[in-house]
């Protein structure tokens, strides 16, 4: 395979009659009825929202045990402190575990590790410098199934740890006090795709109930933890796990509370930092405005700015921290831009060539952004891809922190474990899920790595896989291109495992113009083959003018601009027709 893209294969989505009539009938607009039935939804008792169709809590091994621990701890006054994750995952799980807690009588403040000389986790050297603010209970969030050096350290110095978290175990779980994760071995919990945030958000409730049996509310209100789902939301969609029903209502219930406001100063201001209207934030804006900002600390500094942020109870503090985060943002895309530019041209020269995946790495990259890149390469070039930087200060050395991004038939964390199953020590450490996961590799295996994963892959993944094909929703009527038809879709909940709209069709290009200071874009007007109306688009990162005729897969977005709403729509994926 050379270094171009790949030419995507368009395919239809299967639609399931009886569900499109049946969601029909219950009031559903045709056009979304037949979206919805394409990801699998049968009806409508299925495409409600309410949060009394969520999960129980009790269904989640290991929520009790956390519950009574906890409940335990705040009659005893004991200190509490949350030890979490450098990503939007881990910031607003910790920001949900503080909230919460505090409201539940808690002693409780937040620990995240810099990226820079700790890694990932609950470490023994983080777990040293817990040990400095000398709580009673240590509480991962988004963290701690694999820590078991660390925890044996929390052990060793007196402190209890109760591990909440939702990335996949080993062979074995750590000896904590207690741990919750539906991914563990013997967990009921149906949903197991529930983000770390949302993990936390479960221990919450099993907590007030179990203080609820207890008489703690006996004299005071119970704390409403429902104001606490614009957070749960923005972890879950930013940490891009599958949108199962479970996960769809927590998105979809914190969504509506961000739109109806007031957002909390945090979220108000990164929201106006971004131009964004409240009452008019999509699954999008929680996906690309909120999460990499928020994440941005984490990458390019301290994730404690980004928790700073979510907990902060005044606007003029959360003016000054969303400050900080737009800039790290803006430091961020910098960084991003220059590594995919380096990684680009170091496809032409990697050691295999035509191979199933693709394993880079750069002495002057950036373990922090190294994931986006990751990302970046693996879209272009639809192979399981691993990109690699130097470690962190203070890391052992010659250590390089990789992380890795997949296709949807590789199971991204399990094709790491066989590699490590067959060749051990040649990965130091990793963790994560089918579509992401993160390692450690020591300098002087990074060739042999590459090569073990490229083995791997390509026992695992038959040539038709490695095919770039794309599920569209087929044509979209010229009647249904309207303003109205753009918010209907812009309401429903989109994501991982529950694709945004995408629409297919071949186009004649009727004018294509550069778009951006530097003519990066394309700005298009297109006219459907078969159609009679003409539409604007935006194709982004391409400076050549298209052919005048192309087939194209498009989402379609309101653009707001001066108070004006229209329609817009935004090419995904082209070919010359």
Request: proline residues 7%; neutral net charge; hydrophobic residues 45%.
């Amino acid at each position: 395979m050379s270094d171009s893209v790949a030419p995507p294969r368009f395919r239809r989505r299967p639609v399931p009659a009886d569900a499109v009539a049946a969601l029909i009938a219950d009031g559903t607009p045709p056009l979304v009825a037949r979206l919805l039935a394409a990801r699998g939804v049968a009806g409508p008792a299925q495409h409600t929202t309410k949060l009394a169709d969520l999960a129980p809590p009790d269904a989640m091994r290991g929520i009790d045990a956390a519950a009574h621990a906890l409940a335990d701890a705040i009659a005893a006054g004991r200190r509490l402190l949350i030890v979490g994750d450098y990503d939007a995952d881990g910031a607003t799980a910790a920001a949900v575990g503080v909230l919460g807690l505090r409201r539940m009588g808690a002693t409780v403040d937040s620990l995240v590790p810099r990226r820079a000389g700790f890694g990932y986790g609950l470490t023994p050297a983080i777990v040293r410098v817990a040990a400095e603010r000398r709580p009673d209970l240590l509480i991962t969030v988004d963290n701690g199934i694999a820590a078991f050096d660390g925890i044996a350290e929390a052990r060793r110095l007196g402190m209890p740890v109760l591990v909440t978290d939702h990335h996949l175990p080993g062979t074995s779980v750590p000896d904590a006090l207690a741990i919750v994760n539906p991914n563990q071995p013997g967990c009921a919990f149906p949903s197991k795709a529930i983000a770390g945030v949302g993990v936390m958000f479960y221990v919450l409730l099993a907590l007030r109930a179990e203080l609820r049996r207890r008489g703690a509310f006996a004299r005071a209100p119970e704390p409403d933890l429902r104001d606490l789902l614009d957070l749960v939301a923005i972890g879950t969609v930013a940490d891009v796990v599958p949108l199962d029903r479970n996960n769809r209502i927590l998105v979809a219930q914190g969504l509506a509370r961000l739109r109806r406001g007031p957002l909390r100063p945090g979220l108000a201001a990164l929201a106006t930092a971004a131009r964004r209207t409240p009452a008019r934030l999509g699954t999008q804006d929680l996906g690309f405005v909120f999460g990499p900002r928020i994440n941005a600390a984490g990458r390019m500094d301290d994730m404690a700015t980004g928790i700073a942020c979510l907990l902060a109870d005044d606007i003029g503090a959360a003016n000054a921290l969303a400050s900080q985060l737009e800039q790290f943002n803006r430091d961020r895309k910098s960084v991003e831009g220059d590594m995919l530019a380096t990684a680009l041209d170091g496809l032409v020269h990697r050691a295999i060539p035509d191979g199933a995946t693709v394993v880079l790495h750069d002495v002057a990259w950036h373990a922090g952004v190294v994931g986006l890149v990751a990302s970046r390469v693996k879209d272009r070039m639809h192979r399981p891809t691993v990109c690699f930087a130097p470690d962190d200060p203070g890391a052992p050395a010659g250590a390089w922190k990789g992380s890795g991004r997949s296709i949807p038939t590789l199971h991204l964390r399990d094709a790491l474990d066989l590699v490590d199953r067959r060749a051990p020590g040649l990965i130091r450490t990793f963790g994560g899920h089918a579509m992401a996961a993160g390692l450690t590799v020591a300098a002087e295996h990074l060739d042999a790595f590459a090569m073990q994963f490229e083995a791997v892959v390509r026992e695992r993944l038959p040539a038709h896989d490695l095919e770039r094909i794309v599920d569209t929703d087929g044509p979209l009527d010229d009647a249904d291109w309207t303003l109205a038809t753009a918010e209907a879709l812009a309401d429903e909940v989109w994501g991982q495992g529950f694709a945004p709209p995408l629409f297919h069709d071949r186009f004649d290009v009727v004018q294509d113009r550069p778009l951006g200071r530097d003519g990066a874009h394309r700005g298009l007007t297109l006219r459907a083959c078969d159609g009679r109306t003409t539409h604007e688009a935006v194709l982004f990162r391409r400076a050549d003018p298209l052919p005048r005729r192309i087939e194209a897969a498009l989402r379609i977005d309101v653009d707001e601009w001066n108070g004006t709403r229209r329609v817009k729509a935004h090419v995904e994926h082209w070919v010359e027709a």
